[in-house]
């Protein structure tokens, strides 16, 4: 997900001393808590997942951990027990990024795949985090306004402050607590739950931010910690948006090049116009939108959302792309446009949307704390995403940029940017992949730098994290996790 410019800082509401976690008199019932295990209830519309061989439970944590006694939220969890029981090594806690992104279903969609060779060993714990999914959670916009919201080709002054008057008046107690911070504590406290003495953790995108968080507020508490698809924490958030969009931008191009030499790519045989053609078109439906079969308006918005959702992903997610452009550029039909573009907000086919993108702007404005940008820093800004990413921001507008920050938020965190060190935790993995689009390469360098105690492995390739995408890069992370062989400094390895 984009990453939000910061607001104004104030008092942060929960004080950013160092925690004591299960030390804390006050935390006892919270690390001690017995969590009900039961298999999970069947989702009918999930296919080729049988949900009663997860185990499902609820965990409480307290609102805010300055006050712990005052209220408590509930935290939605989901286990797979290790298939090998006489082997296993203990739990291990999956986060998928957003912010926003859903534990659950990370396990639950991954166990028998993606993460098969892991549950052999570890139990796999998925948690939503607060604010998150089937947690106490934020929400702001019905699906009619979040419809809206998503086919808007330009914000107005309104836009920021309209949403987050939405927020408040919805989630106004949860807001002020939802940040990383507590997220992070909320982890450790999981921990104890189900019996680790350390943490270990797989987190990509997000997750890297939460997983370095932890490690920063408990280091002595890690295990193995790996962190893929990194974000620097000490990155300036418009900066941040800046170097990302760019990253896409370069995907964008590379992916248009691509398409030229397959059969059907409705962008000619010029590698080099390739993508101002893909860009014309998708800007040209802010004049000239399509009309899907559901009645909506595949807006210029829409369009490019759809796109950049298809860049996240791997070769094939490059052919859906080139596939639903050809149908829109030539056909005159942008359903598998506005199909991808459905993924990526978390709309279902019957028209409901998860609550991530609500989640997604509370998470990102309880964690930055640097002052709001100014008139200047903003012009500043959209000149640098136009001469970096030109073809993705020919259409943005001040306007545009100033409705992603927190300025009209209605709480204000005292968070800021700042390198964690994280020092004396157990050795830590980053990996970090050249032609990552959401997370640059260079946030990834940035984080294993930062900590005291971290290894980076390069993935050289495009593409969003590198765990699915690479069997080297599996096979160092689960080597990690499983036996505790970090792979040698300066290790890369190749796409596939």
């Known amino acids: 997900m984009a990453v939000s410019v910061a607001p104004s800082p104030s008092a942060s509401p929960t004080p950013t001393v160092k925690p004591t976690g299960a030390d804390d008199p006050a935390l006892k019932s919270f690390y001690g808590q017995q969590v009900a295990w039961a298999p999970c209830a069947d989702d009918p519309e999930t296919k080729n997942v049988d949900e009663s061989t997860f185990q499902c439970g609820t965990a409480h944590v307290p609102l805010d951990y300055a006050n712990p006694a005052t209220e408590a939220i509930d935290l939605a969890l989901v286990r797979k027990p290790a298939a090998k029981q006489d082997q296993r090594l203990g739990s291990l806690f999956l986060n998928p990024g957003g912010p926003g992104g859903s534990g659950i279903e990370e396990v639950t969609n991954g166990a028998a795949s993606r993460f098969q060779s892991l549950n052999d060993r570890y139990d796999l714990v998925g948690f939503d985090p607060r604010g998150v999914g089937k947690s106490s959670s934020v929400h702001c916009l019905d699906d009619a306004a979040r419809d809206q919201l998503n086919a808007q080709d330009h914000a107005d002054a309104n836009t920021g402050k309209g949403f987050a008057d939405a927020c408040q008046a919805k989630s106004g107690k949860l807001l002020p607590f939802v940040g990383t911070r507590n997220a992070a504590r909320d982890l450790d406290v999981l921990r104890g739950v189900v019996g680790d003495q350390k943490l270990n953790y797989l987190g990509f995108s997000y997750g890297t931010y939460l997983g370095a968080s932890y490690a920063e507020q408990f280091p002595t508490r890690t295990g193995h910690l790996v962190l893929d698809g990194a974000m620097d924490p000490n990155a300036d958030p418009l900066d941040a948006n800046v170097a990302q969009l760019a990253g896409f931008e370069g995907v964008f191009e590379r992916w248009a090049a691509d398409c030229v030499s397959h059969d059907g790519c409705p962008l000619g045989s010029d590698s080099g116009a390739a993508a101002k053609k893909a860009a014309d078109f998708l800007d040209g439906l802010e004049q000239h939108p399509m009309t899907a079969k559901d009645g909506r308006q595949v807006t210029s918005a829409e369009g490019w959302t759809g796109a950049m959702d298809m860049l996240y992903g791997d070769a094939k997610s490059w052919e859906y792309l080139r596939d639903g452009l050809a149908w829109a550029m030539k056909g005159h039909k942008a359903d598998y446009l506005l ?28 964690d930055y704390g640097a002052p709001t940008p100014s008139d200047d820093r903003i012009q500043q800004a959209l000149q640098q995403l136009h001469d970096k990413a030109k073809y993705l921001t020919a259409r943005m507008t001040a306007e545009d940029l100033k409705s992603q920050d927190c300025r009209a938020w209605p709480v204000h965190s005292g968070e800021a940017p700042h390198v964690v060190k994280a020092a004396g935790s157990a050795p830590i993995l980053v990996v970090g992949s050249t032609g990552d689009d959401a997370t640059p390469y260079t946030w990834a360098q940035n984080l294993a730098a930062g900590l005291a105690n971290a290894t980076l492995l390069t993935r050289d390739g495009d593409g969003h994290t590198g765990y699915g995408k690479s069997a080297c890069i599996k096979s160092a992370v689960d080597a990690f996790l499983i036996n505790g062989t970090m792979p040698a400094a300066g290790t890369h390895c190749a796409t596939g």
Do not use: E, L
């Open 339 to 366: 199909a991808f573009a459905d993924d990526y907000n978390g709309r279902d086919d019957k028209g409901h949307y998860n609550n991530m993108a609500d989640a997604n702007i509370a998470i990102d404005c309880a």
